[in-house]
């Protein structure tokens, strides 16, 4: 008797859970982020700012129960600027030299995510993906004696796995959050160099990444049939 009981509970938990997930549901999610950091040495002989925005909008549709097939897109763009000073004798500040970047890097690709019930209001979730991916970035610089400016375009592709949870507050909202990804990218770059002929080159990369900048969060709004 015991076991039918617990076997019902369960049932009703796992139902519950995946009624959002359920085959035929079209999940509009997204994610936005915004980031300002500044740096000031004590001494006041350096300053540094970097400020990023990203958006990452998605679509996708349930094929079946718990399994999700859909597109993502990711734009970041970001701008630094750092100064470098010199301490003169009457305690004023003489400008040595100064540095400014723009970076923009733009993602998109189809994944594949899997939904592992909890509880009725929690899911682990497993998503596998491929990216195509395309960046920029632009850097100038100015010394007492001269200028540089250099600049750097990079395509390639993206695939791997991540890990995520999701909270459900309500049946159609979706609290997301995913930490850690492991994957294998390789990229083509062609670089311009002041003074210097443009060369290109290729990378690849293959590991786990646990560092902060995969900490992710999103909101996703489950519309069923």
Sequence with gaps: MKKLFFAAVFACFSSAAFAQTS???????GSLGYQNITHKSDADTDKA???SFT????IGYMLRDGLEAGISTDYTSS??????????????????????????CFAIGPYLRKYFSVSEKIVF??????????????SHSDYDNGSSRSSNTST????????????????EIGLSAGFGNL???????????????DYKSTSSDFGLNLSGSTLSFGLGYFISR
């Design 23 to 29: 085959q035929g549901t079209i999940v509009a999610s």
């Design 49 to 51: 700012g970097n400020k």
């Design 55 to 58: 958006i990452a909008p998605s």
């Design 79 to 104: 701008s630094g600027e750092s100064n470098f000073y010199s301490i003169m004798p009457d305690g004023s500040r003489e400008l040595l030299s100064s540095r400014e970047t723009s970076d923009r």
């Design 125 to 138: 979730t497993g998503q596998a993906y491929i990216n195509y991916i395309s960046t920029e970035h632009d």
């Design 156 to 171: 390639g592709f993206g695939i791997g796995v991540k890990p995520g949870i999701t909270f459900f507050p309500t049946p």
């Design 183 to 197: 994957g294998y990218t390789r990229s083509t770059s062609t670089s311009e160099l002041a003074y210097f002929e």
